[in-house]
């Protein structure tokens, strides 16, 4: 695609698009809605100014300029992509400028009920786009080029994706008004709060989906229809709100699944080539979920263009790549980053029926000019050998024509159980750091976690190690000392402790409260009790905003002592902390 006569992207504010006035606030109109969106965007492409913003809906929502800036040009296939048609894909942009709308209680609640995988991104924007180039004698330039693009916190991709593919074109038909009326019922939706099934309206069909929930199963099936509602019509019932199917987006690279699942467990840097924006995000975002249930922590980047702000800063020489996985389109990238350790570069997808030709495995050092053909270019020798039985029965099932969804359940289950078994040792070495209950008392400060050292749990994989659970042979101990020095095992680490540190802080208030709380206030002093009313409160507070594992009948023992407490207090502290 071209990109203009190198002017930036402009925002030509048309009905919809009245200057950004501020953030919504929770009870304001359009809350419900930025439950899941923060606002559609519409590019066109003007012959003067490139790529424009034509609207943002809805109308209040502020994006800074540079966060325009790469919208306008997220949102368009590159000149190299010569996509006709149309096309989906997607990208990430980081926010610039700091958090600017206010985070509701209903979006803690669902971010501690969800996956740590699947919770909203509090500093990158996801863009998931509709694309549509088509010729048009009408236009001076001879095409039709717009792109309607929902942009969200959320990494629902399968679920954005089924949306635009609905209400795309309409909007391309009859514009305005059908966006207006969209976003509406986008407003009615209820939230997107984990372990539900809820059915989302929209343009005359009703979307059924699951909400993942930290309670599923790992290999849970399509949700079930709601019976108790007659729903007219039937429901779309969407397997997963996320999920890609593995298996087309890795067909090329099936032979190489195994050293690409440890290049990301690893945090390593990677570029990937592909000849659209769609197998180029399809592609990134399947790579960065191979690694679930971990999070993955890297920076990544499903589409990524030379126009994007953080260019420099991806493509500088003066440093060790950063750990980040770039989609590209452009194979200007492939001069730009030869310093890069692995490249995958993929050829044009085969039809369907066609066995995949799987990319070799090539030196860097090969890696010279623009026309590099198809191959993952890396000097990486991987520490856990490879399962040839599962690339063989993937390989057979594709001859056999086997269902797509149960090759990919098959693939799926294989990572899950890589990482799983990865991650055993350490989930139970990290239990044994955990305090003992007895240790915890109602009336001093909850004891310690024990630190972690890396060479106490390396001892320990002796008898706790993942050959316990998985066969494949390797150095294992090489690989969890190359991950100690990955964003992935920072990340772990600390969502860890932070879950641990609260239960210690939910079995300390239990303990306080099935303490005899007049006893204890016998002999205090007024500053003593006035204390424990002011940390009971808080950690009240904390445990209401779903902050805190307590139970139910916990917190009314906590409200209850608090009464008990003040009421306990002379009539001028009670003023104070009870105001009238």
Known sequence: MDQGSGAGPHRACGRLGAPSCGARAPGAPWARFSAWLECVCVVTFDLELGQALELVYPSDFQLTDKEKSSICYLSFPDSHSGCLGDTQFSFRIRQCGGQRRPWHT????????????????????????YFRQVKDSSVKRGYFQKSLVLVSRLPFVRLFQALLSLVAPEYFDKLAPCLEAVCDEIDQWPAP?????????????????????????????????CSHENLLPAPVVLTSVHELDLLRCFRPVLAHVQLLWELMLLGEPLLVLAPSPAVSSEMVLALTSCLQPLK???DYRPYFTVHDSEFKEFTTRTQAPPSVVLGVTNPFFIKTLQHWPHVLRIGEPKMPGDLPKQVKLKKPSRLKTLDTKPGLYTAYTTYLHRDKALLRRLLKGLQKKRPSDVQTAVLRRHLLELTQSFLSPLEHYMASLMPLQKSITPWKTPPQIHPFHQDDFLRSLEHSGPQL??????DRLGLYRRFFKSPHFDGWYRQRHKEMAQKLEALHLEAICEANIEIWMKDKSEVEVVDLVLKLRERLVRAQGHQLPVKEATLKRARLYIETVIGSLPKDLQVVLCPP
């Not at 659970?469 to 390797?474: A, I, R, S, V």
């Open 469 to 474: 659970t998985c066969l494949l042979k390797g």
């Open 193 to 225: 709060v984990p372990g539900q099934t809820l059915n989302l309206p929209v343009m005359g069909v009703v979307l059924q989906v699951h909400i993942p929930s930290r309670a599923d199963k790992p290999e849970s099936g399509p949700p079930k229809q």
């Open 296 to 298: 993955f922590c890297c």
């Open 106 to 129: 209903d979006d803690r609640h669902c971010d501690s009920g969800a996956p740590v995988s699947l919770q909203r991104e509090p500093a990158h924007y996801f863009g998931y786009v």
